[in-house]
Every structure is written in C-alpha cells, then in structure tokens.
C-alpha cells in the first residue's frame, strides 16, 4: 500500500528566501507524481506533474525532482514571495489511486 | 473555460439525513474523481468514473455511499444515512487527455 510523506508539516521562511518542501512515498512503482497547492477553504491548483520517466519539471519559479528509486519527490521554491503562503501537497498516482501526502504548511513573512 | 464546479459549498446536516453533493466537469473531461478529507487526515480517493462507468470504486468507505454519473456529464455523490465521521471536504476532481487530475473547491460537509 502506497503511503506518502511531507516534510515539514510547516515551514515559515521571510520573503525572499529560496526553500525545499520535501515528499517521500514507500512504492516507487509510480505512473507520476503531481505537486498541488491549497489555498484556505479553496481547491487544489495543480502545480507540476512529473511523469515516472522524468526527473524534473519546471515552472516559473517552482522546480519539482523526482527520484523514483528513493522514492522521492523535491518541490523547490526560489525567491518566495508572501503570494506563495498556502499548503503544499504532493500526490503519488498508481494506476489512477492517487496518494496524498498531508501537506506542508507555508508561511512567507514580508 | 470554466473549471470544475462543486455544489453546495458548505452543507449542514443531521446524523441520520441524506446529502447529495455535485461535481460539473470540465466539458470533455472522460475522467472523474472523487475524494474526501476529514478532518486532520490526508485527502483520501474515493471513486473513478470513465464516462458513466465506474472505473474503480475502492475508495468508497461503505454502502452508505453511492455515486453516479448519468449520461458521463455531471457526478453526484449521496450518503445515506449520514454519520458523524463523514464530516470532511469532499473534492471532485477531473482529467481529460493529459495527466494533470483539476481540482473543484470541495463541498465542506458537517454533520451534527
């Protein structure tokens, strides 16, 4: 049974600095990887989605890495702006059962 | 293009009543998802549908629940009778030709 980690559970930074949220998951038989971000009392946004036979995706100032034989999954963040405080979810798919991990809680201060 | 719709946003109801919550795709989205999070838990898969069939329903947590999707456009997901510990967000989410899974707002479900 696919299980999925985030760590931390909350991270607060001040604006500006560049920062790591981190996922791990025990089944490293993925069919891909997807970061998502949830704002309070909204939805989720879909950030990137890494395809098992990719290591990286890039958007804008967002970078996610997967390393499928560990079994992890890194989504960097570069120059943080208060704009980036929400909570920050990784979600494993196998065979269409996605796995969400619990989410990282960030704050960026101004 | 609208994204995807969930109704109501918040729902209030006694342990023992009946809730149907809804989910509108995104027009030509084959693939339908629902999910749950209750409370101080990771969101949970529920249910698959491709078109009206249910592709895979493992996630459902017991009987009470039932979800349909007539005619492969909108989905409707009732509990009956509801229980206390099915309070949570129930989210929809849908996929058409790529990967990426769209996310609704969820349907904030109390029940007292």
């Known amino acids: 049974k696919q299980e999925v980690t985030q760590i931390p559970a909350a991270l607060s930074v001040p604006e500006g600095e560049n920062l790591v949220l981190n996922c791990s998951f025990t089944d490293s038989a993925i069919y891909n990887l997807q970061w998502f971000r949830q704002d309070p009392g909204k939805g989720l946004t879909s950030l990137l989605l890494i395809q098992s036979s990719q290591r990286e995706q890039t958007s804008g100032r967002l970078n996610a890495s997967l390393d499928k034989s560990s079994g992890r999954s890194t989504l960097y963040i570069a120059a943080s702006q208060p704009g980036d405080s929400a909570t920050y979810l990784c979600a494993v798919n196998n065979n269409n059962d996605m796995r969400f991990g619990a989410g990282t809680r960030l704050t960026v201060k101004p | 293009e609208a994204g995807v719709t969930q109704f109501p946003s918040h729902s209030v109801i006694e342990k023992g009543q009946t809730v149907t919550l809804r989910c509108d795709p995104i027009?030509?989205?084959?693939?339908l998802y629902w999910y749950r999070r209750v409370m101080g838990k990771e969101i949970k898969f529920l249910l698959h549908?491709?078109?009206?069939?249910?592709?895979?329903e493992s996630g459902m947590p017991n009987n009470r629940f039932l979800a349909e999707r007539t005619g492969g456009t909108y989905s409707t997901l009732k509990v009956q009778p509801a229980e206390l510990e099915d309070s949570g967000v129930y989210f929809c989410?849908?996929?058409?030709?790529?990967?990426?899974?769209?996310f609704g707002p969820g349907t904030r479900l109390t029940v007292l």
């Open positions: 989410a849908t996929r058409g030709s790529t990967d990426t899974q769209y």
């Open positions: 549908f491709v078109k009206e069939s249910k592709q895979d």
């Open positions: 027009s030509g989205h084959d693939n």
